[in-house]
C-alpha cells in the first residue's frame, strides 16, 4: 500500500515561505493525485491544494490562491507545496494524502468526499505562522 511522508514543516515568521514535501514509498505514486490538508487546533481538516497524476491540473482552495503552488516530480516520488506570504491563519498540521480520481475543487472541499476518497495519510508535518 502506498505509504505517504509530509516534511518541511517549521516556524517562520508572518510574510515567509516554506516548501513542503510529500514523499511516497513507492513508483506508484505517478497513478495518483494528491492533496494537501492542513487542520489548526480546534478545526476539521481543510482542503489546500490538490494535482493531477500527471501534474497538468491543479487546483487551490481560495485562501491560498496565489500563494500556494503544488507540483510534483514524479521521478523523485515526491509532490510539493511551496508556501509563500504565509500568514497566521496558514498554521496548521499539513497532511498529504492520495486520491485515485480526478483533482477538483469538489473534491478537495468535499468533507464526505475528503473521508471516503483519499487514502494513504502521511503523519503531517507542524507549519507555526507566528511573530
Known amino acids: 500500500q502506498l505509504q505517504l511522508v509530509a516534511s518541511g514543516g517549521a516556524l517562520v515568521q508572518p510574510g515567509g515561505s516554506l516548501r513542503l514535501s510529500c514523499a511516497a514509498s513507492e513508483s506508484s505514486l505517478v497513478h495518483y493525485a494528491i492533496g494537501w490538508f492542513r487542520q489548526a487546533p480546534g478545526k476539521e481538516h481543510e482542503g489546500v491544494s490538490c494535482i493531477s497524476s500527471s501534474g497538468a491540473v491543479t487546483n487551490h482552495a481560495d485562501s491560498v490562491k496565489g500563494r500556494f503552488t503544488i507540483s510534483r516530480d514524479n521521478a523523485k516520488n515526491t509532490v510539493y507545496l511551496q508556501s509563500n506570504n504565509l500568514k497566521p491563519d496558514d498554521t496548521g498540521v499539513y497532511y498529504c494524502?492520495?486520491?485515485?480520481?480526478?483533482?477538483?475543487?469538489?473534491?478537495?472541499?468535499?468533507?464526505?468526499?475528503?473521508?471516503?476518497?483519499?487514502?494513504?495519510w502521511g503523519q503531517g508535518t507542524q507549519v507555526t505562522v507566528s511573530s
Open positions: 494524502a492520495s486520491l485515485y480520481g480526478p483533482c477538483n475543487i469538489e473534491v478537495l472541499t468535499n468533507t464526505a468526499r475528503i473521508v471516503s476518497e483519499f487514502n494513504s
